[in-house]
């Protein structure tokens, strides 16, 4: 199998075949918390790190103001394509994630899928809650979801997802190649094996994390004081079941509110 090396966000073709069917549970969480946790007059969203936009244009299409940024030209172009194509507004942007303020204040800003943890020090995790804080409305909220690090028991070591559009089909494959957690840097070798009717042919690069345990999680918390927990969740994303942080969690879904 033919394999090349490169960036795998450069082929948001291929990262929606995987990724893109399994917002359903995502979308119905974030209305769901909204209506529990949120402001009664929701909205402006916005979302940092979109990717593709798979929800971005479900909001859309709900009558939400939708925004987003990304630091990958590709992916916001097709991203502001597919908003075009609902008859939306091409609202999303190229911009970082650590640095960005919405032209007016929103009532969501929501980054579901580990994206979060791409940022590589203390300063940059910081500035990015910053933004978001500055970002939102009072009472606004901010949906995070990323994998912690358990303390008492070994996390996990790699995942794999599949999808298929017609004829064409795409395996991805994330595997640990290094762990430092003295270091706080977690390394993966990612992949996508696409499979077409003609040929077949591997994409592959090495990504990093930052790791966070409950506690140091909590304790980045503390240094932007603007925004609380308001609840927590796993991946199940059961509405009427909060979840409790502590030392085994790994899933988690934190609901921030920008205090009053």
């Not at 490169?6 to 073709?13: E, I, R, T």
């Not at 199940?236 to 909060?242: H, K, V």
């Amino acid at each position: 199998m033919e394999t090349i090396h490169g960036d795998l966000y450069d082929y948001p073709q291929y990262y929606e075949i995987v990724y893109g069917d399994d917002w359903r549970a995502e979308l119905d969480f974030l209305l769901a918390a909204l209506e529990k946790h949120g402001r009664p007059s929701t909205k402006r969203v916005f979302e940092p790190a979109c990717g593709t936009g798979r929800l971005l244009w479900r909001l859309g299409k709900k009558g939400f103001e939708v925004g987003g940024n990304d630091l990958n030209p590709k992916m916001i172009t097709y991203c502001n394509q597919r908003l075009a194509r609902h008859r939306l507004p091409k609202s999303a942007v190229v911009g970082d994630m650590t640095n960005f303020q919405c032209e007016k204040k929103v009532d969501l800003i929501f980054n579901m899928i580990n994206s979060f943890r791409h940022l590589a020090t203390e300063e940059m995790a910081v500035n990015h809650l910053q933004s978001v804080a500055r970002s939102l409305r009072k009472g606004g909220l901010y949906i995070l979801g990323l994998h912690l690090t358990p303390t008492v028991k070994s996390p996990i070591d790699g995942e794999s997802w599949s999808g298929r559009r017609g004829h064409l089909a795409v395996l991805s494959s994330l595997q640990l190649k290094e762990r430092d957690l003295k270091n706080r840097k977690e390394a993966f070798q990612m992949s996508f094996e696409v499979y077409k009717p003609t040929e077949i042919f591997r994409i592959e690069n090495e990504v990093s994390f930052r790791t966070y345990t409950a506690e140091q999680f909590s304790a980045l918390l503390a240094k932007v004081p603007a925004l609380a927990v308001a609840a927590s969740y796993d991946f199940a994303y059961e509405i009427d079941e909060p979840i409790t942080v502590d030392s085994s969690t790994e899933d988690v879904v934190f609901i921030l509110k920008k205090k009053d």
